[in-house]
């Protein structure tokens, strides 16, 4: 089970994270987690240069660290760059202290003040502990609008619609540049960016 737009009952239990931002422009800020990937990430930069959009990449470590000229291709086109482990860890199920083991193990290879938790779970004890140590990323990022690219069981136009469907100025969406999501990517995310953009939309790096 999992929720296509965040309620404000799930906000306000985690107001430390940053879960959209300001809708007073006609701005979206796309993000894509788990790369990089060998085919995955070069399509979404190849889709996002065809609208001179920027957007923000949580990169697994492990990932960056086999993949490190994709990781540094994301950086040298202009987009964001944000610390989501180094192996993809679910904070709920995990200590605190090999959860934040993990994400300084990522940091050694990701250079960024921008979190994102796997799942978006994590504890808030896991939050208190990141928030008092400078060392780590200090602005966590959630999102508002979940794109549903990671269900092998919807196809790609029902993840467009999702993204259709929610997404308003300021919204954080999440797609997938994975193994697991490329299916429905490859069909939403070129659908998503032509649609927004005819409706006057920029799309924005966090």
Known sequence: MYLIKTPFLLRAFYPSCVWRKPN????????????????????V?????KYNAK???????????????IYEQIIT???TVGNHTQHHLNGWHTEDD??????????????????????GRIKRSQLKKIHANKNFPQQIIMWD?????FDTKISGEACLNNVLKHTQAGSIV????????????????PATLEHFTQLGYQFRAL
């Open 24 to 43: 007073n422009e006609k701005l979206i800020y796309l993000s894509f987690d788990d790369g990089p990937h060998p085919i995955a990430t070069p399509f």
């Open 45 to 49: 930069l190849a889709q996002l240069d």
């Open 55 to 69: 957007a923000s990449f949580f990169c697994i470590g492990k990932n960056v660290v086999e993949y490190p000229a």
């Open 77 to 79: 086109k202009g987009h």
């Open 98 to 119: 090999l959860y934040l083991q993990n994400i300084q193990e990522a940091s050694k290879v990701i250079s960024t003040d921008f979190f994102r938790p796997p799942y």
């Open 145 to 149: 609008v979940l794109s549903g690219d």
């Open 174 to 189: 999440v797609f997938h540049d994975s193994a697991k999501a490329w299916d429905r990517l490859q069909v939403a995310l």
